[in-house]
Nanobody, 116 residues
Framework: QVQFVESGGGLVQPGGSLRLSCVAS????????MNWYRQASGKERELVGV????????YLADSVKGRFTISRDNAKNTVYLQMNILKPEDTAMYYCNIVAGPDNFWGQGTQVTVSS
């Protein structure tokens, strides 16, 4: 079955950096665009970024553009989210996701907390 294992979250000071990883299994990774979402406490889940199957095309939300980058390694079935110049408002649970037909698949998430 489809599975994601996110990692790399933690506590970081404002201005710091983190690199999130999401290892996928149970589906043909290289033929799916991959998504990163986040959900802050008490807020709706929001799309952070999208990467195409070959990694050549990416989309990043305005709130993170210029600070975050998304990449993937199809040989490792892994998608990454490099987060720089982190702000307290980036504090959230971060999830990777695919949409396959009518179904949405999610990982368990990794918590990012930005605080001094």
């Amino acid at each position: 079955q489809v599975q994601f294992v996110e990692s790399g979250g933690g506590l970081v000071q404002p201005g710091g950096s983190l690199r999130l990883s999401c290892v996928a299994s149970g589906f043909p990774f290289s033929v799916y665009g991959m998504n990163w979402y986040r959900q802050a406490s008490g807020k709706e889940r929001e799309l952070v970024g999208v990467i195409s199957t070959d990694g050549e095309t990416t989309y990043l939300a305005d709130s993170v553009k210029g600070r975050f980058t998304i990449s993937r390694d199809n040989a490792k079935n892994t998608v990454y989210l490099q987060m720089n110049i982190l702000k307290p408002e980036d504090t959230a649970m971060y999830y990777c996701n695919i949409v396959a037909g009518p179904d949405n698949f999610w990982g368990q998430g990794t918590q990012v907390t930005v605080s001094s």
